[in-house]
């Protein structure tokens, strides 16, 4: 096999609770602490873990919004935890991210267009306003938006369209990984699917490599390759999709799978 | 939410704020058409008619010099506009800078707040009193003064509303688009703040007037000449028994022009942000 796109060794990200000082003892929440991973070029790998294990953080300290402790994190040949924030700029083209809560990642006042314009100019994908307009109608389009979408503002949306919309923002730089931090679980359970369905086949056909956040196995069952189990900052188990899910190893992958409401066994 | 605010969903069923607004819509007709509208000079002297009664043709009356009372209010309507919409522009822009930086880059903030926090410390008056005994009486030093007195408080509302929005998602997402510091502060942030910065532009633009007619009476404000209605108040006030009315209608366009201002900043403050309802914006 080739050399993986994406490979993280030994990644700690610790949080400092409380500013200590004088009687005050500083406190450390070892948010992840010390996991392996890889990622290769076009593979879906999805991190899953109860709320709260750490998984989140994962994806905040590969897009630099959190810094980690210590480990490397190779990305193309480079290891991109060492870089500093201006350093690691070009490189945001290529690493993108897909937010959970569709109601707080959109700026309130910007309007669709400005806010998918922004990354083309930053990035110098597009000379001027009407190819950035062009680029973003595609865009809309390929993630089921009405191109005309893009005078309007945010609130004029649902849930289900303002995720697209972060998606649309996450696409139009054609990025090589995309870090999916739970995209689906804030969206109504009827809208789930079909912005799920919307992510994969975008992976799909454009081969991007993913890495997927979730704690909702149905989810990952549908769209990953491989999945890595994490608990209390830790990584558990990896393996391909069907070991997972058919022969868990690990104690904690089977109570994961356990608690999975089983609807089919009954209908069978 | 294209527009920030529909004025006309401001002034809806709110009565006394629609009066307000009247009334600053005069103050303003005045000030912009004082030169038409005074019947006087408001600086010429007539030793034949000092302290006459209101009447015709000097309608306020005549104050101590024999100058015209009404045509000098007229030309304070003048000062309060320029003195309110100066201090504004300064608290705004100089308290509006601090605040967000301060919030942005965590250890600048720490010192310009505690900065903040010494002038913070001082009641308003006493601070615009101490600056003023430091530099000449005049109308620029006046504004300059009110403004930075109002930049302190909201250099601290600025600065907890830019804390709180640098830590939303859109911010995030922003970064992860590639955006520099700047592009954060000024085309993701900046637009956030603009609605609850006008709301305090109001309540400032009322304060000033308050500050400003204070440092007149004290002899600190506006050089005595200038037509202001803190300097009618503070130059005539040894006459309150021989011809009250010389302080009666100065006295009555402040308080009026203050009310209304608050009038209208409520209002605004209602309809845009629910939030501030039992607050009061820290001034």
Request: proline content about 5%; hydrophobic content about 50%; glycine content about 8%.
């Amino acid at each position: 096999m080739t050399r993986p796109l994406l490979e993280v060794r030994e990644l700690r990200t610790y949080f400092s609770i409380g500013r200590g000082g004088f009687m005050r003892r500083k406190s450390v929440l070892k948010a992840v602490d010390g996991i392996s991973f890889s990622i290769h070029e076009g593979e879906v790998l999805s991190l899953v873990g109860e709320s709260g294990c750490g998984k989140s953080t994962v994806g905040r300290t590969l897009t630099q919004l959190e810094t980690a402790t210590a480990g490397t994190a190779m990305f193309d040949g480079r290891d991109i935890l060492n870089l500093t924030h201006a350093e690691f700029r070009p490189l945001r083209r290529d690493i993108q991210m897909i937010f959970q809560d569709p109601f707080a990642s959109l700026n309130p006042r910007l309007s669709i267009e400005q806010m998918l314009a922004e990354p083309l100019f930053i990035h110098r994908l597009v000379r001027d306003r009407s190819e950035a307009r062009e680029r973003i109608a595609a865009t809309l389009e390929l993630v089921g938006m009405d191109a005309k979408s893009m005078n309007r503002y945010p609130h004029e949306f649902s849930g289900g369209q303002r995720q697209r919309i972060g998606i649309a923002r996450v696409m139009i730089l054609t990025p090589r990984l995309v870090i999916a931090d739970e995209p689906v679980s804030a969206l109504d359970v009827s809208i789930q699917a079909q912005v799920l369905n919307l992510i994969k086949q975008l992976q799909r056909d454009s081969g991007v490599s993913m890495l997927f956040i979730s704690h909702d196995l149905g989810a990952v069952r549908h769209i990953s390759d491989r999945v890595a189990v994490m608990y209390r900052g830790a990584l558990v188990e990896t393996g391909e999709k069907r070991q997972i899910f058919e022969t868990p190893r690990h104690a904690y992958t089977r109570k994961l799978l356990d608690s999975i409401p089983r609807l089919e066994k009954r209908i069978a | 939410m294209s527009v920030p605010l529909s004025i006309a969903l401001v002034f809806r069923r709110r009565a006394l704020a629609t009066f307000g607004m009247c009334w600053l819509l005069i103050v303003g007709i005045a000030a912009i058409g004082a030169p038409l509208l005074a019947p006087f000079d408001p600086l010429e002297f007539d030793p034949f008619v000092r302290l006459s009664d209101p009447g015709w043709p000097h309608l306020f009356g005549t104050d101590h010099f024999g100058r015209d009372s009404l045509s000098r209010a007229i030309y304070g309507a003048r000062m309060a506009i320029l003195i309110g919409s100066g201090s504004v522009l300064i608290a705004l822009v100089a308290g509006g800078l601090i605040g967000m930086l301060s919030a942005y880059f965590v250890r600048l903030g720490h010192l310009l707040m505690r900065i903040v926090d010494v002038l913070m410390a001082f009641p308003a008056l006493l601070l615009a009193l101490v600056l003023m005994t430091l530099l000449e009486r005049s109308v620029l030093n006046t504004v300059i003064v009110i403004g930075i007195v109002y930049a302190t408080t909201t250099a601290r509302i600025v600065f907890g509303m830019t804390l709180k929005l640098k830590r939303d998602v859109f911010v995030d997402a922003a970064i992860c688009s590639g955006a520099r510091h700047a592009s954060v502060l000024f085309r993701h942030i900046l637009p956030n703040l603009v609605s609850p910065m006008l709301v305090q532009a109001s309540f400032i633009f009322a304060f000033a007037q308050l500050q400003a007619a204070a440092l007149d009476f004290l002899g600190l404000g506006l050089p005595p000449e200038v037509p202001s209605w803190g300097n009618m108040l503070s130059e005539e006030r040894i006459y309150v028994t021989r011809a009250p009315w010389l302080l009666i209608f100065p006295g009555a366009l402040i308080i009026l022009s203050v009310f209304s201002m608050n009038l209208v900043g409520d209002a605004l403050r209602d309809n845009i942000d629910p939030r501030f309802k039992n607050d009061i914006a820290g001034v």
